[in-house]
């Protein structure tokens, strides 16, 4: 089947710095991926689109110039929390489309100190 | 506003038996229902999905149940594992890449 990998699968990061997690399609390529953001207890909300080769998508209420995405190629995205604070620590996954179906990643938990 | 809604956060049954997890939706252009299950610290896993034409799907131990009329689906698991356990999400889409959660249901499979 289709897999999906992130890294860091865990980061612990000081207020006011910037982080960067990768998202890979290791077995398909991928013109589109996503970026989820998960809050204790509660549902997985979809943060943006990224599309190979152009700009991302963003949801309403997610703010494009703090989260960062790159969609470099077909088998990578990335995404940047830059200037990092408490608020944002959560569990960032990301997705990848193939096959009209959505493969998702084991997930990146951000801890902003 | 959460379009795709699970009104029971845990559920607990014991092994062998039936586990029926629920879920709403509110937006009727949504034609395409997926259950997801997850493990804590790791990403969802696709279990089974549904097509707005159809009102049933089954593969193996899950069977999905859509009612279009009353903007519901369920699954199904029987009979339950101790390895089921995890929480269960459904998401629904709507021709776009979009995929609505709902919040999750935990599920706990007494042995």
């Known amino acids: 089947g289709a897999v999906v990998s992130q890294h860091p699968s865990r980061v612990i990061c000081k207020s006011g710095t910037s982080v960067k997690i990768e998202c890979r399609s290791l077995?398909?390529?991928?013109?589109?991926m996503f970026w989820y953001r998960q809050f204790p207890k509660k549902s997985l909300m979809l943060m943006a689109t990224?599309?190979?080769?152009?700009?991302?998508?963003?949801e309403q209420g997610v703010e494009k110039d703090k989260f960062l995405i790159n969609h470099a190629s077909l088998t990578l995205s990335t995404l940047t929390v830059t200037s990092a604070h408490p608020e944002d620590s959560s569990f960032y996954i990301c997705?990848?489309?193939?096959?009209?179906?959505?493969?998702f990643g084991p997930g990146t938990r951000l801890t902003v100190l | 506003d959460q379009q795709v809604k699970q009104n029971s956060p845990s559920l607990s049954v014991q092994e062998g038996r039936i586990s029926i997890l629920n879920c709403d939706y509110t937006?009727?252009?949504?034609?395409?229902f997926l259950w997801y299950k997850k493990y804590p610290a790791e990403g969802p896993t696709f279990l089974i999905s549904?097509?707005?034409?159809?009102d049933k799907n089954e593969d193996g131990r899950f069977t999905v149940f859509l009612n279009k009329s009353a903007k519901h689906l369920s699954l199904h698991i029987v009979p339950s594992q101790p390895g089921d356990s995890a929480v269960y999400f459904c998401?629904?889409?709507?021709?776009?890449?979009?995929?609505?959660f709902g919040t999750g249901t935990r599920l706990t499979v007494i042995p």
């Open positions: 997705s990848a489309r193939f096959d009209s179906e959505q493969f």
């Open positions: 077995d398909f390529q991928a013109t589109t």
């Open positions: 990224s599309n190979e080769g152009s700009k991302a998508t963003y």
């Open positions: 937006n009727s252009m949504f034609d395409y």
């Open positions: 549904i097509s707005s034409i159809k």
């Open positions: 998401a629904a889409s709507g021709g776009a890449n979009n995929l609505f």
